[in-house]
C-alpha cells in the first residue's frame, strides 16, 4: 500500500494472535528489541500454566513489534523480516530502513492489551500515545493541576506524550521545552477500547493539511471498520 499523505493510526490488540507463531518470528527482531524482550522475560517466574506479569509484558511486547513490523513491510512491500531497526543514536527514536532506503515516521505506543502505530511519510514526524484510563494517580503532582475525572487526566497526558515523542526530546527533556511547533489531536477508539485515552502528534503546519484515519490490525476487528475513521 502506498505511504500515506496523512497520518495513519493503526490499532493492534496485542491479546488475540497466536503467541507460538510469534516466538517462532523473534530472530525477525533487532538486537535491541531482542535484548528487551529477553529482560522482560526474566523479570518474574512462575509455576508451569501460569503467566507472570513479566512473561505476560513480554508476549505484548511481542505481538507489537511484530505488527509493527508487518504494518510498515505492508507499505514498503517487502517481506517484514527484510526491515531493519533502527534507532536514533542522540534521542532513541525508533524507526525501520529497507537496505539503504528510509521507512516512514512510525510512533508505537502500548498500554495493558492494545498498542497504536502512527505512521506517516518518511520526511514527517510523528507521536502517538494510549493509556488505559485507571484512578489513583496524583495529577497536580504529575500534570500541575488536579482532574476530577481521570479520562480528561490521561486525554492530557496522552497528548504531551505524543507531542514529546514528535519532537524526539525525551519526556525529561521535553517537558521543559518549547513545543508548540508541535500539535496534538485526541484519538477516540472503538469498541473495546473505549477504557483507553490517545492522542496522535505530528508538526503544527503538517497537522491541518493532513488528517489522523484510524485503521484496524486485526481481522477480528474488520467489522467496526467498513472504511478508514477519519478525524478533522
Not at 43 to 64: C, F, P, T, V
Not at 107 to 115: N, P, T
Not at 188 to 216: F, K, N, S
Amino acid at each position: 500500500m502506498p505511504l500515506p499523505d496523512s497520518t495513519d493510526v493503526w490499532i493492534i490488540p496485542l491479546d488475540t494472535g497466536d503467541p507460538a507463531r510469534d516466538e517462532a518470528r523473534v530472530p525477525e527482531l533487532g538486537a535491541y528489541e531482542r535484548e528487551r524482550l529477553r529482560r522482560l522475560g526474566d523479570s518474574d517466574i512462575h509455576g508451569a500454566g501460569r503467566e507472570g506479569r513479566g512473561q505476560r509484558s513480554r508476549r505484548r511486547y511481542l505481538a507489537a513489534h511484530l505488527a509493527a513490523r508487518d504494518i510498515v513491510a505492508g507499505y514498503l512491500d517487502c517481506a517484514p523480516a527484510d526491515l531493519t531497526h533502527v534507532r536514533n543514536a542522540l534521542r532513541g527514536k525508533p524507526g525501520y530502513v529497507l537496505g539503504w532506503c528510509p521507512g516512514p515516521a512510525v510512533s508505537l505506543s502500548r498500554s495493558g492489551d492494545l498498542a497504536l502505530l502512527a505512521v506517516r511519510a518518511a520526511d514527517s514526524v510523528v507521536g502517538v500515545d494510549v493509556e488505559r484510563v485507571r484512578p489513583g494517580i496524583d495529577w497536580l503532582r504529575v500534570l500541575g493541576r488536579p482532574y476530577p475525572d481521570p479520562a480528561d487526566a490521561f486525554r492530557a497526558w496522552t497528548r504531551l506524550e505524543a507531542t514529546v515523542k514528535a519532537s524526539g526530546l525525551g519526556l525529561a527533556a521535553g517537558v521543559g521545552s518549547d513545543l508548540t511547533r508541535w500539535s496534538a489531536t485526541d484519538v477516540t477508539l472503538p469498541q473495546p477500547y473505549e477504557g483507553y485515552a490517545a492522542a496522535v502528534a505530528t508538526d503544527r503546519a503538517e497537522a491541518t493539511a493532513a488528517p489522523v484515519r484510524i485503521r484496524p490490525h486485526s481481522e477480528h476487528m474488520q467489522h467496526e471498520f467498513r472504511r478508514p475513521v477519519t478525524l478533522p
